[in-house]
């Protein structure tokens, strides 16, 4: 008998598999523009940590000056660059999951796993990777993979990764990926955008794409982003 408990568990399936289908630009675009406002935020607020340790305006936003003591304040001061984050390790970062997985669960062990989301849409692979990048930046100063971590941990956020305990908790389930068939990927990312969940974050995403890349034109930078990742 077909109750309303199949029912009700039926759609809300339907609905987790359609919420889980963001593309391209809604992780590029919209991790691109939270990197964007973080960035600014951390340099704004040190840029006012500057003002209150000198007690004088400051005219230009960097380099950003700060005091280890009132006494060295004038004599030794430190200097701390701004942030410049490495914005096409973000856009690496944004897409990895997707990057390992797609071609390993859809084409590598399509007739096998025929899934595009294993190893790379876990947390503890998320978890690896910020592990690796912390232990990076405080032995070598370097924070490129930590900005690949967090890319990767938004990633799984935007895909709305809580409705699937399998992958997202592997192994806790066991070592196995859930199984699918591989030749309805392209139907169900087409249905997808059909639902709010996934056609709201790709079009903002889009659009923020397109302003991003846009500026970058206007003001000649392309060549800049694509040797040293600066959008500005
Ligand atoms: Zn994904």
């Not at 410049?84 to 062990?109: E, M």
């Not at 709010?196 to 392309?222: D, Q």
């Given at each position: 008998?077909f109750?309303?408990?199949?029912?009700f568990?039926?759609?809300h399936?339907i609905k987790?598999?359609?919420?889980?289908?963001?593309l391209l630009?809604?992780h590029?675009?919209?991790?691109l523009?939270l990197?964007?406002?973080l960035?600014k935020s951390?340099?704004r607020?040190?840029?006012?940590?500057?003002l209150?340790a000198?007690?004088?305006?400051a005219?230009?936003?960097?380099?950003v000056?700060?005091?280890t003591?009132?006494?060295s304040?004038?004599?030794?001061?430190v200097?701390?660059?701004?942030l410049?984050l490495?914005?096409?390790?973000?856009l690496?970062g944004?897409?990895?999951?997707?990057?390992?997985?797609?071609p390993?669960?859809?084409?590598?062990?399509?007739?096998?796993?025929g899934?595009?989301?294993t190893?790379?849409?876990?947390?503890?692979f998320?978890?690896?990777?910020?592990?690796?990048g912390?232990l990076?930046l405080?032995k070598?100063?370097?924070?490129?993979?930590?900005?690949?971590a967090?890319?990767?941990?938004?990633?799984?956020?935007?895909?709305?990764?809580w409705?699937?305990p399998n992958?997202?908790l592997w192994?806790l389930?066991g070592?196995?990926f859930?199984?699918?068939?591989?030749?309805?990927?392209?139907?169900?990312t087409?249905s997808?955008?059909?639902?709010?969940?996934v056609?709201?974050p790709e079009?903002?995403g889009?659009?923020?794409?397109?302003?991003?890349?846009g500026?970058l034109?206007?003001r000649?930078?392309?060549?800049?982003f694509?040797k040293?990742?600066?959008?500005y």
């Amino acid at each position: 008998m077909f109750s309303a408990n199949v029912l009700f568990f039926s759609i809300h399936k339907i609905k987790s598999e359609l919420r889980a289908l963001l593309l391209l630009f809604g992780h590029t675009g919209l991790t691109l523009g939270l990197a964007l406002l973080l960035e600014k935020s951390i340099n704004r607020s040190r840029i006012t940590q500057k003002l209150v340790a000198n007690q004088t305006p400051a005219v230009t936003p960097s380099p950003v000056t700060v005091s280890t003591s009132v006494n060295s304040l004038k004599s030794q001061p430190v200097v701390i660059p701004p942030l410049k984050l490495d914005y096409r390790l973000v856009l690496i970062g944004s897409l990895l999951p997707d990057i390992i997985d797609k071609p390993l669960g859809l084409l590598i062990l399509q007739t096998s796993l025929g899934n595009g989301r294993t190893i790379g849409h876990t947390l503890l692979f998320s978890l690896f990777l910020v592990s690796f990048g912390l232990l990076l930046l405080k032995k070598r100063n370097e924070h490129w993979l930590l900005i690949i971590a967090c890319g990767s941990i938004l990633h799984l956020i935007l895909d709305y990764m809580w409705f699937y305990p399998n992958p997202l908790l592997w192994p806790l389930f066991g070592f196995g990926f859930l199984q699918s068939d591989a030749s309805s990927w392209l139907y169900k990312t087409l249905s997808g955008f059909s639902h709010p969940s996934v056609y709201v974050p790709e079009i903002s995403g889009f659009i923020l794409c397109a302003i991003i890349t846009g500026i970058l034109f206007r003001r000649h930078l392309i060549g800049q982003f694509i040797k040293r990742g600066d959008l500005y």
